[in-house]
Antibody, heavy 120, light 106 residues
């Protein structure tokens, strides 16, 4: 069974750094791109970027380019989303999701989401 | 970037109703469109891919159609479990974008 299990909720202050994770199982990690999607409270879905675990080829939305870093550790089948300096506007739920096939493509399996709260 | 516009933003319907949601792209995306359902407190769930293909395990009352710039998601007979928010997503290029969502409520 394919599963994407995300790390627990985080509460941070503005300016702090953060890395959240997405641990996968039930399929060959290196065969599917992994993406990240933001959902601010009460709002819609925003695609942030995708990464290919085989070679760490990462592609970002223009909105998120330079704002976050997407990475993987293929030895433990895990993807990461990282911020170096959080802002209050980063408060959101972040989902990881697996692409069905090579990009461009849809997302067939999703993690449960990680709530990130940034407040002073 | 390609913009995706969904309509309506909110839809009121009853059990057994036929429901149609529209998604328009700012430029042609061929058939590179997916539909997702999201319930409160849950992750999105893939319903339709490549505009008209039903994802495995999704009830057959859901269907998708369209190509180019205009797409529809139809629920043939609305069930209590279908009250949720629906999103379209284009993947014509790797700069993916989602529509703003359509909330289906009673």
């Amino acid at each position: 069974e394919v599963q994407l299990v995300q790390s627990a909720a985080e509460m941070k202050k503005p300016g702090e750094s953060l890395q959240i994770s997405c641990q996968t199982s039930g399929y060959t990690f290196t065969r599917h791109w992994i993406g990240w999607v933001r959902q601010r409270p009460g709002e819609g879905l925003e695609w942030m970027g995708i990464i290919y675990p085989t070679n760490s080829d990462a592609r970002y939305s223009r909105t998120f380019q330079g704002q976050v870093t997407i990475s993987v550790d293929a030895s433990i089948n895990t993807a990461y989303l990282q911020w170096s300096s959080l802002k209050a506007s980063d408060t959101a739920i972040y989902f990881c999701a697996r692409q069905q096939s090579s990009p461009p493509d849809d997302f067939d399996y999703w993690g449960q989401g990680t709530l990130v709260t940034v407040s002073s | 970037d390609i913009q995706m516009t969904q309509s309506p933003s909110t839809l009121s319907a009853g059990v057994g109703d036929r429901v149609t949601i529209t998604c328009r792209a700012s430029q042609s995306i061929g058939s590179w469109l997916a539909w997702y359902q999201q319930k409160p407190g849950q992750a999105p769930n893939l319903l339709i891919y490549q505009a008209s293909n039903l994802q495995s395990g999704v009830p057959s009352r859901f269907s998708g159609s369209g190509s180019g710039t205009e797409f529809t998601l139809t629920i043939s007979s609305l069930q209590p479990d279908d009250f949720a928010t629906y999103y379209c997503q284009q993947y014509q290029s790797y700069l993916y974008t989602f529509g703003g969502g359509t909330k289906v409520e009673i």
